[in-house]
């Protein structure tokens, strides 16, 4: 405890700060939802996803989600109650995508997204260079020459027409950004 006294000309002396007590960090709020790894055959369960919360452009908070088998999550974060705008990323080819949520009472739910997949070179957008990594690596599995694990777009251990579809179905599709 603190205590500091000032002593007026006639007078009593008077207490500028007094404190009792234990301070503690901010509340934790509970964010959770779903996330849809489009075209994706491989199991979710494990998957790690990265959280961003804005307000605006500023960065107000990040965490991350573990999914489960059904591709639901939950995270804790010290942001207060309000409106923000959530940013999902998987990584590994899938686009980041925002939604705006609220948190209200410590809780903010249904915070849900589909990522689209494609973006084999990792660079935010599906666009030729993507497109000319697949066609490299097509009819490949992890034992070929020509392997690359990021153009099996859907986790099957195999470069194939499905692989190829994701990438046609999601061409120029973009990472969204706050």
């Known amino acids: 405890m603190m205590r ?8 009593s002396p008077i ?7 234990t301070l503690v960090g901010a509340p934790s709020s509970t964010v959770s939802g779903n996330v849809g ?13 990265s959280f961003k919360l804005y307000t ?3 960065l107000a908070g ?7 088998s059904s591709g639901n999550y939950t ?4 942001v207060a109650n309000g409106t923000y705008t959530l940013l999902a990323d998987a990584g590994r ?17 249904g915070a849900n997204f589909t990522l689209p997949n494609g973006d084999i070179s990792n660079d935010g957008v599906i666009d030729l260079t993507d497109y000319t990594r697949l066609a490299v690596a097509f009819n490949a599995v992890p034992s070929s020459g020509n392997w690359d694990a990021e153009a099996d777009v ?5 470069v194939d027409l499905t692989d190829y579809t994701a990438v046609v179905v999601n061409f120029n599709g973009l990472d969204e950004t706050p």
């Not at 500091?4 to 007078?11: G, K, M, T």
């Not at 790894?37 to 996803?49: E, H, P, Y």
């Not at 990040?62 to 489960?68: E, I, K, V």
């Not at 859907?154 to 195999?158: H, I, Q, R």
């Open 62 to 68: 990040s965490a991350t989600g573990t999914l489960n």
């Open 93 to 109: 080819g899938w686009l980041s995508r925002k939604r705006s949520i609220t948190i209200a009472a410590g809780t903010a739910t």
């Open 15 to 21: 207490n500028l700060v007094s404190f009792t007590g």
């Open 56 to 58: 605006g452009t500023t």
């Open 4 to 11: 500091r006294q000032v002593l007026l000309s006639n007078a």
């Open 37 to 49: 790894l489009s075209d994706w055959a491989a199991a979710v369960n494990g998957r790690t996803v």
């Open 75 to 78: 995270f804790n974060t010290t």
């Open 154 to 158: 859907n986790g099957d251990d195999v």
